[in-house]
């Protein structure tokens, strides 16, 4: 498993590396779909860091707070190399992480919000007090 800090950078240098740009909005939809193509291919969760149902869809509050000066504009963290950032991970994690990015760089992070909150892992959530979308609901709904 790995730190949601570490797999936010990779998410942010490849996007910038590939040119698709990553607002924080957008990186938070990409980190729930991460998640839910890894439980779906390992049965396990790529980070332990709880993900919440917020009125824009899901979110890690940690990643969040690191990137919301950015509001809605493109993430901007130019000094991290690719090539270093990518040493965290093995291989094919960053195969897994790769393709969630690449599948979904061409949606807007309006069309993410949308697609997110039409599934029944964050409208579960959003009903329930504490507001977290389990690992086991996520990993139900995609099987």
């Not at 998640?35 to 509050?61: H, R």
């Not at 270093?84 to 790769?98: L, N, Y």
């Not at 393709?99 to 993410?112: Q, R």
């Amino acid at each position: 498993m790995y730190d949601v800090q570490d797999v936010a950078e990779y998410v942010i240098t490849y996007s910038e590396d590939k040119d698709y740009g990553i607002s924080n909005l957008k990186l938070q939809k990409i980190l729930y779909l991460i998640q839910a193509y890894f439980l779906m291919q390992t049965k396990k969760p790529c980070f332990s860091e709880e993900i919440e149902a917020w009125d824009f869809g899901p979110v890690i509050p940690e990643v969040y707070r690191r990137y919301k000066q950015f509001g809605s504009t493109d993430i901007q963290v130019r000094c991290l190399n690719l090539e270093k950032v990518q040493k965290r991970f093995r291989k094919e994690d960053r195969k897994r992480i790769d393709a969630v990015i690449d599948k979904f760089a061409d949606f807007s992070a309006a069309d993410l919000t949308i697609l997110t909150q039409n599934q029944a892992p964050w409208n579960e959530a959003f009903d329930r007090k504490e507001k977290v979308i389990r690992c086991e609901d996520i990993l139900e709904y995609f099987s």
